[in-house]
């Protein structure tokens, strides 16, 4: 009798935008074990285009790569700066996402996007639900929102993530600014009336990744999500604890006092909500996750920073 020969499932191609980014640099990682990733930075590779601001380039990578899976973490995410550049920020965040989904939905296949909290107006103090009304207060916020409708009206299979104040051990980010601050000066003054839940990068790949894992077998669980950390704190709450942490570790530090401030008293060209609590419990349902608590991810970074700084 013959031998049933074992179905052999092939590698699907994950093609990855923005690989240098703080989130992106993450997905590498996370990604790897799920395909055959093709990762791009901005200045592409091998003739492919990682360029998103290149409509054409991007169709023609999109086309010759034909992924399974499109995972775009390249974005305008300057907030500030998207007041001046509106075009390039609604390019970025609006256009190319939209051809994105639009590619997909033609071959088939999912495409992994990340938005923001910045997509609500920061009123209240209840944490924000998917379907809870959108209302921008920037440029950054607008484009955002304008990228996630059109993934979601292309009818294309999605995965968008909505996700809040973003770290990663690598480059900059508000903890290690303030840990640099404390140690030059005695004071220092802090917004306190912005509120939400510092995310790491490391933990928006390793979900994604998860999310995507289950997706190939249930593709009704496509959607939008909410996805931050658990808990929430202030600017300066947060500040707080990273000297706490420093303090405790034995850290020199020259800092004597930290003001609570009002977000009036730091103008800058974008408005930023004041509530940006996102209500995750729907990506832990549909996802069976638990999402730590933020101040584990933030004291892991700093652990990893003090290390390599000494
Ligand atoms: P980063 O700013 O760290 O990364 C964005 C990446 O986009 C960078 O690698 C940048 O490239 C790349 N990029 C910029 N312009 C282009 C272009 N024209 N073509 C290709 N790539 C380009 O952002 P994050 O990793 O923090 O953000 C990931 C996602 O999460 C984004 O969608 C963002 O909107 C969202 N988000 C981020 C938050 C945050 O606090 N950071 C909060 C909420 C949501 P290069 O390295 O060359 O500059």
Redesign the pocket.
Same mark, same amino acid.
């Given at each position: 009798m013959a031998r049933m020969q074992p179905a052999i499932k092939e590698t699907p191609t994950i093609l990855l935008?923005?690989k240098?980014?703080?989130?992106?640099w993450e997905l590498q990682r996370s990604l790897a074990p799920l395909g055959n990733v093709i990762a791009l930075?901005?200045n592409g590779k091998d003739g492919l285009c990682?360029?998103?601001?290149d409509l054409d380039g991007l169709r023609r990578t999109i086309e010759q790569i034909n992924p399974a899976m499109l995972v775009n973490?390249?974005?305008? &995410?300057a907030v500030d700066k998207a007041q001046s550049e509106p075009q390039l920020a609604a390019t970025?965040n609006h256009h190319a996402p939209a051809l994105m989904a639009e590619r997909m939905k033609a071959h088939g296949g999912c495409l992994v996007h990340?938005?923001?909290?910045y997509v609500f107006d920061g009123s209240g103090d209840t944490p924000w639900q998917e379907t809870s009304p959108t209302g921008p207060l920037n440029v950054y916020g607008a484009t955002?929102l304008a990228g996630e409708q059109a993934i979601q009206a292309s009818g294309c299979a999605h995965l968008i993530f909505r &996700?809040?104040?973003?770290y990663a051990s690598r480059g900059n980010n508000f903890a290690k600014t303030m840990l640099r601050l404390a140690k030059e000066r005695e004071t220092l003054n802090v917004i306190n009336d912005q509120i939400g839940t510092p995310t790491g990068?490391e933990l928006i790949a390793d979900v994604t990744a998860h999310a995507l894992r289950q997706w190939q077998h249930q593709p009704a669980a496509a959607g939008t999500y909410h996805l931050a950390a658990s808990g929430e704190t202030s600017w300066y709450d947060y500040a707080r604890y990273v000297f706490d942490w420093a303090k405790r570790g034995g850290l020199p530090l020259a800092i004597q006092s930290v003001t609570p401030v009002p977000s009036e008293d730091y103008p800058v060209p974008a408005i930023r909500p004041k509530n940006s609590r996102l209500d995750c419990r729907k990506l832990e349902r549909t996802f069976n996750l638990q999402l730590p608590d933020w101040k584990q991810g933030v004291e892991r970074m700093l652990q990893e920073t003090n290390k390599e700084a000494s």
């Open positions: 935008l923005g240098n980014g703080q989130v992106g930075g901005r990682g360029d998103i601001s973490a390249a974005a305008y &995410t970025l990340y938005s923001t909290d955002k &996700t809040s104040w973003v990068a």
